[in-house]
């Protein structure tokens, strides 16, 4: 498709685009191809291995978020490498997604949410004083549950983004390279103008993946993108991550552990338990190689979980 | 699966005579309802259309008030254009003040204290009989410039429209999903433009009707009107010098007159602002269909 030439083309001109306030390094250009995850002793730190180096995107240390008083989720560390699929399991109300929000700063927008503890993009704090929370969500952009798109058309959906940036003139070819690499031009290039709404669930999700590629992101943060769509849909927006680690960063929240199975280089496995006082709070159980926490997990938890049974 | 056990249960069950009857019981009730609700309207317009469009013509609707209730002559020209300026100067105070403090309160000021009494004074506004607001101009406005002029009523019903705004603007902002802020902010836009690109043009159809009662309202409110606008018998184009008229004054004087001629005029004038009202809403609905096209 070629499509890695056209990235790699255009992420300067982002760069060059960005406010002087953010405290970002410019992203690195990513290696054209997936490079194999290492396996880490404990499963929590990532080693780089000489030769093989893995990229770190996220390192988060001692993350706790809080809802008023409601401890949602307690001191959680994990690193993220580049190009790879990092998968968030576990329960309902474990904390997968609000730790997810935590690395786009939506929490900003939750009234009452409290993040504590440490978020480090590309080595640089996403909660530092400078950082500008509207450049953080450019950079890492965020596919949701639900099918959002706008009561726009299409094209106006996936141009959203870009408009922000300003950047002129060539929004057709960045519309049409946004589609395209959700795997969604063929079927709306006729239908530009018409409403997102018209589009089936699974269209409009892949028309979301879009519209959050078109502002030419580092990251893209998934939060249970498939548990509105039909098992077909669902294995398109599969197939299409796969495609897209090659280019992006790919952390995704889910309940389907065949998913995350399948998908992801990287799997985090959270649960909720209750403290002294009887409130419930998410904490990470478990954080290794995809292919070893299926295999082998180390924590019972874990495997009780992911054999279907709970412990 | 057998034969033996083909008991259907689809059949009716003992309660059903019982719910059927129910049914037709709320299905009456709600139609003889809307029925009861539609008379009084239908028969308000019919008797309007009936007794006022005998008395419209061209001399009626452009000439100058009559100097004697008495004279068959004499029309409503100066009461339009009244109307015309005082609900518009009115709608341009109230309604754009109205709308960024409806935003205010649920995008910005959601949760906070303030919100909350901004959102408490609205609601006892809106409670405030009109005439108080015409008493509030008077005191403060009237007798302090010592001038009775169109400004002072479009005051008056600037203040009565207000709340109506702010509030509907509100509860129109309540009605867009949060996702949709979410998928805006997530995308790196900012708070403002994510509320001018998402959040009010999903909105607009709602305010736009919040805005067209409160217009509508003020546009047949005598009361605030009554002693802030002085008075004219000729066209006058000024909100800020000399006294003015409106549709609803001349409503209130014509229909108080013991002279028939005076009555048909009151009637003439009725069914001039039903037309006028009507027409704003038509003419408020195409433009905001325009701006939401225009959006999307």
């Known amino acids: ?311 | 699966m057998t034969a033996a056990t083909g008991v259907s249960h689809l059949g009716a069950s003992p309660g059903r005579g019982l719910r059927k009857a129910k049914s037709s019981i709320a299905t009456v009730t709600i139609v003889g309802a809307f029925v009861v609700a539609l008379i009084p309207l239908a028969l308000i317009i019919g008797y309007v259309i009936f007794r006022g469009a005998s008395v419209i013509n061209a001399d009626f609707l452009t000439g100058e008030i009559a100097y004697s209730p008495r004279s068959p002559s004499g029309g409503i020209g100066p009461a339009i254009v009244g109307t015309l300026l005082i609900t518009g100067a009115a709608t341009a105070l109230a309604v754009p003040l109205g709308v960024l403090g409806g935003i205010w309160i649920h995008e910005y000021g959601a949760g906070s204290r303030l919100a909350a009494f901004v959102r408490f004074l609205a609601d006892v506004m809106t409670g405030v009989p009109s005439i108080v607001m015409g008493l509030f101009i008077y005191t403060f406005i009237v007798l302090n410039t010592k001038q009775t002029n169109g400004f002072a009523g479009a005051l008056a019903l600037a203040c009565l429209m207000l709340p109506v705004v702010i509030r509907t603007t509100e509860e129109m902002l309540r009605l867009v999903p949060d996702e949709q802020r979410e998928a805006s902010m997530a995308l790196g836009s900012r708070k403002a433009r994510t509320i001018m690109r998402v959040v009010l043009p999903a909105a607009t159809p709602g305010i736009v009707s919040g805005a067209l009662l409160a217009v509508a309202r003020a546009a047949g409110e005598t009361a605030p009107l009554l002693f802030v606008i002085g008075f004219t018998f000729t066209t006058n184009s000024s909100l800020f010098t000399g006294g003015n008229t409106a549709l609803p004054v001349q409503i209130y004087g014509n229909a108080a007159s013991a002279f028939e001629a005076a009555q048909d005029r009151a009637w003439g004038a009725a069914l001039t602002l039903i037309v006028l009202v009507f027409l704003f809403t038509i003419a408020a609905r195409i433009v905001s269909a325009l701006f939401v096209r225009k959006q999307g």
């Open chain 1, 1 to 311: 498709m070629g499509t890695t030439d056209t990235r790699a083309a255009t992420v300067t001109d982002t760069v060059s685009d960005a406010p002087t306030t953010t405290a970002f390094h410019p992203p690195t250009p990513h290696p054209p191809e997936h490079v194999p995850a290492d396996p880490s002793p404990d499963g929590l730190t990532v080693e780089p291995v000489p030769g093989r180096a893995r990229e770190v995107v996220f390192e988060v240390t001692g993350l706790s978020v809080t809802y008023g008083a409601a401890l949602a989720i307690d001191d959680v560390d994990l690193e993220v490498a580049a190009n790879e699929i990092t998968a968030f399991i576990g329960p309902s109300g474990c904390g997968k997604t609000t730790v997810l929000r935590c690395l786009n700063r939506m929490h900003d927008l939750t009234p009452g949410a409290r993040v504590t503890g440490s978020v480090r993009y590309h080595g640089d704090d996403l909660y530092g004083a400078k950082v500008d929370a509207a450049e953080v969500r450019r950079r890492i952009g965020m596919v949701f549950q639900k099918p959002n798109p706008f009561p726009k058309s299409i094209y106006d959906n996936v141009a959203y983004g870009p408009r922000i940036s300003r950047e002129k003139g060539k929004l057709d070819d960045i519309v049409e390279r946004a589609l395209t690499r959700a795997a969604l031009w063929d079927e709306v290039k006729d239908k530009l103008k018409k409403s997102a709404f018209a589009l089936s669930g699974g269209q409009q999700q892949r028309l979301c993946i879009a519209r959050a590629l078109a502002v030419q992101p580092d990251v893209v943060l998934m939060d249970e993108p498939c548990s509105a769509l039909d098992p077909i849909a669902t294995s398109r927006i599969e197939d299409l991550m796969a495609e897209l680690k090659r280019d992006y960063t790919i952390v995704i929240v889910t309940h389907n552990m065949q998913q995350a199975a399948r998908v992801s280089d990287m799997t985090a496995f959270f649960t909720a338990e209750l403290d002294e006082a009887g409130h419930r709070r998410g904490k990470l159980v478990e954080y290794d190689k995809t292919a070893a926490m299926f295999t082998s997990p180390s924590d019972s938890r874990t495997e009780g979980y992911i054999t279907g049974r709970f412990g």
